[in-house]
């Protein structure tokens, strides 16, 4: 390296083991990192904020060229451990730093992701739909030759590695003198890799766009952190990734974010309420001259005369029910579940377009449109590793939701099973290819359906006009 280079980056190293010793002041990080030696853990998560108030200089660095200050600070994390605890610091090679607090403009979706962003630290927030396996990365190899009895040792970097020095891909056989060498797997090390897909949140994409999504790399201690389904706030270097083919690219690269935090967000939504409707509402609940109930479900759908008691059913609906665990664990589901059936054009699908607007957490989709497979989830082949992953499915990506399906009776019957698990229990269990999950799907349906014989005929039993 560079003696200029390696100059700055000790300075840099400098104040950032300034900020973690803070002993003569609060003592936060030098607390946090005391817990992390006892915890036997190798990540520090750093607020942004902190490190704004006492190194401002350092912060606008980190953000705009984000790689050189991450080698610094976790240069500066290991130097900084090894003073504390020098067993546990020379047993473990690489401490990591994660970071979290406010970002400004650089808090963005899939969506607002452009080549501006590129080679600075962002903070992006999604759902999980794509899960790879995780699999072990080689970091180091040592090989020993029989011949002259010498170890030899290669270390291999890539363009996911923070420091992405161009290192030889080629596997050592032979060494110089041309001695055959054997590999020692016992004295390698790895590290678990692992690719995720982060797509904007439903209720956040505008109408009539394809959703966008953006790939994830997880490295050592963060793969495994998250499934899909779940909706994540994730902290890294987005980098982009040449693609050369047979000595040339195209020009378009792929983009991938490097991941140094991930951290899950909860899934209940919470209203945002201003002090003007907290009034209104305690106002209201103390009027003794209007049935609420009656009031709230003719504000439902007030554009549809008449179905009082579709619209208190739907209004049920949407408040939920009590959900209980009881001490043994068994979950006693919250869940209500609605079919309406009716002739057509009795503003079915309206009212499900309706509950689609209301609902905080919605997902629509089709009877003939979905498959059994596209509502739970599905195990498909990664068409750039080869491997297999796991997709999550709409009732998956509306846990805590409402899942409206129009033109129930058109779906096949072996579709419509499938969603009885999801109904009953509010969980998918998916055994294919090897994979053994169970995601969460703890949603409500409300489906709409069409009579067997194309109109409603009173003479006969429900189960009949379902067909």
Do not use: W
Not at 349 to 372: D, E, H, K, N
Request: hydrophobic residues 35%; charged residues 25%; aromatic residues 6%.
């Amino acid at each position: 390296m560079d003696p200029d280079v390696e100059q700055h980056l000790r300075d840099l190293q400098r104040q950032y083991l300034e900020f973690l010793d803070d002993g003569y002041d609060e003592g936060v990080y030098k607390s946090k990192v005391e817990e992390m030696i006892s915890n036997k853990k190798y990540r520090l998560i750093v607020n942004v904020n902190d490190l704004r108030n006492k190194r401002p200089e350092r912060t606008k660095a980190l953000m705009s060229n984000s790689v050189e200050e991450q080698i610094a600070f976790q240069r500066a994390l290991k130097e900084f451990v090894l003073s504390e605890d020098v067993e546990f610091g020379k047993n473990n090679e690489e401490f990591f730093i994660g970071f979290e607090g406010s970002f400004g403009s650089r808090h963005v979706t899939p969506r607002s992701l452009n080549a501006r962003h590129l080679g600075s630290m962002i903070c992006v927030e999604g759902l999980v739909t794509k899960c790879s396996l995780v699999r072990p990365k080689l970091v180091r190899s040592v090989h020993f030759c029989p011949g002259t009895k010498k170890f030899l040792e290669r270390r291999y970097t890539d363009l996911a590695s923070l420091d992405a020095f161009p290192s030889s891909g080629v596997y050592p056989t032979k060494d110089d003198e041309g001695n055959l060498l054997e590999t020692e797997f016992g004295l390698s090390t790895y590290k678990d890799h692992q690719t995720i897909s982060l797509q904007e949140m439903p209720e956040n994409s505008p109408t009539g766009q394809l959703p966008r999504t953006v790939d994830i790399i997880l490295d050592s201690d963060l793969s495994d952190s998250c499934k899909p389904g779940d909706r994540v706030q994730v902290v890294g270097a987005f980098r982009c990734m040449p693609n050369k083919q047979q000595g040339f690219t195209s020009g378009a690269f792929r983009t991938v974010l490097i991941a140094n935090s991930v951290r899950t967000l909860t899934k209940d939504v919470t209203p945002q309420f201003s002090a003007k409707d907290i009034s209104k509402i305690r106002r209201y609940s103390k009027s003794t001259r209007i049935d609420i109930f009656e009031e709230l479900s003719k504000s439902l759908a007030p554009t549809i005369h008449g179905h009082d008691f579709i619209k208190k059913a739907v209004l049920c609906q949407l408040l939920g029910g009590c959900e209980k665990i009881l001490p043994n664990g068994t979950r006693l589901r919250g869940d209500i579940n609605l079919l309406l059936i009716g002739d057509p054009s009795v503003a079915k699908s309206q009212i499900l377009r309706y509950v689609l607007a209301t609902a905080p957490r919605a997902i629509a989709t089709t009877g003939r449109g979905s498959s059994g497979v596209g509502l739970t989830a599905a195990v498909t082949n990664d068409p750039e590793s080869g491997e297999r992953r796991l997709e999550a499915g709409a009732m998956v990506l509306a846990d805590r939701g409402v899942v409206c399906i129009d033109e129930f009776d058109k779906m096949a019957d072996m579709d419509r099973t499938a969603i009885h698990e999801v109904m009953e229990q509010g969980r998918v269990t998916i055994a294919k290819a090897g994979i053994h999950a169970k995601l969460n799907a703890r949603c409500s349906v409300l489906a709409a359906a069409n009579p067997v014989y194309g109109q409603y005929d009173q003479y006969k039993t429900p189960m009949e006009n379902i067909g």
